[in-house]
């Protein structure tokens, strides 16, 4: 895992753990006074989910799931906002079962999303050129230029055209 993802899993378990401690004590009939804090967290929790959701995409997890990821932060932050004004009255648990539960997905969300990134040192994402020159075995071959050192570099011209030699795999 790398270190942004650390930190914004770090976060969203933080906040996740808080936030669900204080619900459970507000379901028990304690702690009332704490529900900002209770809300706080859980903007929080929507925040650090978007930022793992950010950082899987630029390091190549699957569009989908972070897309689904963030649509899901969409509907956790609007239930939670939200819950108090939906269904009053007895049928109200269905409304607050609901909102543990949306939630605790997006705390599971944010642990699927924190190593749903790719180990290893190539760029899910790469930025470059590919180079096509007919007649030449470097036919194809990547260019990064995503401005890392070492990755490739000019050696030169043949005909008027850049040969470019990659130092990298």
Do not use: K
Request: aromatic letters at 10%; charged letters at 10%.
């Amino acid at each position: 895992m790398r270190t942004p993802a650390r930190w914004f899993i770090t976060i969203l378990r933080i906040s996740g753990g808080g936030a669900l401690l204080l619900g459970l004590a507000f379901w028990a009939g304690y702690a009332r006074s704490l529900l900002q804090l209770h809300m706080v967290l859980g903007i929080v929790l929507v925040v650090s989910l978007w930022l793992l959701a950010a950082n899987a995409w630029r390091n190549g997890a699957r569009g989908g799931l972070v897309a689904f990821a963030i649509g899901w932060g969409l509907l956790t932050w609007g239930l939670g906002v939200t819950q108090n004004r939906l269904l009053p009255g007895s049928f109200h648990w269905v409304v607050r079962l609901t909102h543990l539960l949306v939630a605790m997905s997006a705390f599971a969300i944010g642990q699927v999303l924190a190593r749903a990134a790719p180990r290893g040192g190539a760029p899910a994402h790469p930025t470059g050129v590919i180079i096509f020159r007919s007649g030449s075995q470097e036919a194809g071959r990547w260019i990064n230029t995503s401005g890392s050192p070492g990755n490739s570099r000019r050696t030169g011209s043949d005909s008027g055209q850049w040969r470019i030699a990659c130092s990298g795999p």
